[in-house]
């Protein structure tokens, strides 16, 4: 029995022992607990490899002249698969799991993973599980050769029974690194991999590992085995250092890390969820309902009138039945989910739900309104939520007599589909409301972050910023397309005009007249009927049935044209200053949102960055970012933005200065 961590010291005994033991025929790895290894300690990466290696482990099971079978339940992943590679036999339970997912923290299986399992499952298998990080079941890790027999019952007992067969029928003791006919198979069809590589290429975009693994499994083609080894280790290595895995591995602890909530411990009670309930079927609301649904939890969806309701629910329909005719969903499962979402226009139906997540318009009055309707008909211990993504938490929570009870839950959209919920904690939320929402939003399979009440939160609070850049930046000389590129090609999905187009432009706009303020080049956009994507204009045009954004000389020459009124001489304006101007601020204004204390810690902000806005994963987060720019050269240009300006937008935060000043970072201290 080896415990379920590596590296595994104990293992090493354990088999020198038995390979020892005249009396032994045959060895069986198995784990006790849970799981078979489930992988390395990550935290122990970057620092000196404790001995034994891992490697001398996994060449000591290989060569050992007695059979070895791996006897494999729960999950065989990373490190953990790469033991059981090096054994001559896998068994394992039907519910097993089998993956390396290295490549999720910017590295490779550097223990002879990359090396074997082509051997094993062949090229193209091992390619889509190295690359892709995904682990796989027991029926797939058998059709591919990965495990030699599922088993039942007691596991150690079927891995021995499985071992005596061997030995009565005197099976040859196989080492995978001598299993050529896989490999061979793809030696004179190089064209695999250029053909792997272009259908990688668009998720794989900016990252690093994937390219290493691909070369690694290149090697362990080409390359004799050892050769292939130590050729892993270099690209390893390589990834080891680079700042896309640093990177990936900070996020990895802080995502974790948005977790904990200092005051608020692990063991806080939380209400149960037996129940939800939904105000409105709009946008937001339908998608809400559907993460209630998707996590078999059931859900009232209360509308003002029926065919706003019939309207709702149709699409939330439709949503299920396009993931279904993409082979994702079966119809039975379509039926089922809209079985636990319940249409209604009659507010009593609320009255056992133990949470209601409030998706009415964003207006404060009809908040307040539908605030003081669920303190009245709600059950006392209920959670009310609302999504609001502007207005003051505090404020709603006073419509009722409950504001402890009364939180934000700030989902994005498509709320069905983004991974990120700002919870927003009010003045009076209690622990317990607190702690329900946090376990609600991993239940529903989302990446919760607790935020404090201010404009915006944190994550819009911080767009909005980028947002003055991008408008000054067209005006001042930079085209659309030019300050969209300058975020694609920092890694982000789309830049802030295309973002404003597949959003809707008519929306701010509709504000912006409300409010009586104006944003000269978007109001006249949108005075033309160029809303967006859906009217097939806006800051770009777009061909039918296509979203490519495309440059439209139209657009242009309104942006000049208000540019003269305005008097500026537009200049050209180089991608370094752009993707400053639009990057610097956000940071600044996250400086801001430390020091008022609406984020528990600058990781939090990266959390919100990387799930809800499409940061880069390998640049950690706006926070982890800057520190790595270094915030005292970061903190002098804003100042030299603001000397060439005059423009107080560029004074930097108190602690950013501060941080400067001492030479310090925002994550890390
Ligand atoms: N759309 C987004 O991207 C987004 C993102 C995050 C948060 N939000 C917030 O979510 C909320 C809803 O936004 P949306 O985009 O879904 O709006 P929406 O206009 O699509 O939907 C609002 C729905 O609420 C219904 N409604 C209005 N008053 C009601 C009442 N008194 N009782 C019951 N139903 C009522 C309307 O009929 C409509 O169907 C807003 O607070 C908004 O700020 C929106």
Redesign the pocket.
Known sequence: MASNELPAGGLHDGLAQATADAGVDAIVIACAGRTFIAGADITEFGKPPAEPSLHAVLALIEGSGKPVVAAIHGTALGGGLEVTLACHYRVGVKGARFGLPEVKLGLLPGAGGTQRLPRVVGVQKALQMIVSGDPIGADEALTHGLLDEIVEGDLAAAGVAFAEKVLAEKRPLKKIRDLTDKIAAVRSKPEIFAEFRKSVARQTRGFRAPENCIKAVEAAVNLPFDEGLKRERELFVELLNSPESKAQRYFFFAEREAAKIPDVPADTAAREIRTAAV????????GIAMNFANAGIPVTV????QD?LD??LGIVRKNYEATASRGRLTAADVEKRMGLIRGTTDWKAIADADIVI?????EMP??K??FAKLDAIAKPDAVLA??????DVNEIAGATKRPESVIGT????P?NVMRLLENVRGAKSSKTTVATVMALGRRIGKVPVLVGVCYGFVGNRMLHQRGIQADKLVLEGALPHQVDKVLTDFGFPMGPFAMGDL?GLD?GWRIRKGRGVKAPVADRICELGRFGQKTGAGYFRYEKGDRTPIPDPDVEKIITEVASEQGIVRRHIGDDEIRERLLYPMVNEGAKILEEKIAIRASDIDVIWVYGYGWPVYRGGPMFWADSIGLRALRDRMLQFKASTGDAFWTPAPLLDRLATEGKGFVGG
Request: glycine letters at 14%; aromatic letters at 8%.
């Open positions: 105000i409105g079927a709009g946008t937001m609301g339908g209360v509308e003002v009138a706003a309207r709702g409030e998706a009415v318009f964003e009809i908040k309104e539908v609302t999504n609001t993504s502007t207005l700030h989902f994005f959209s709320a959003a929306v």
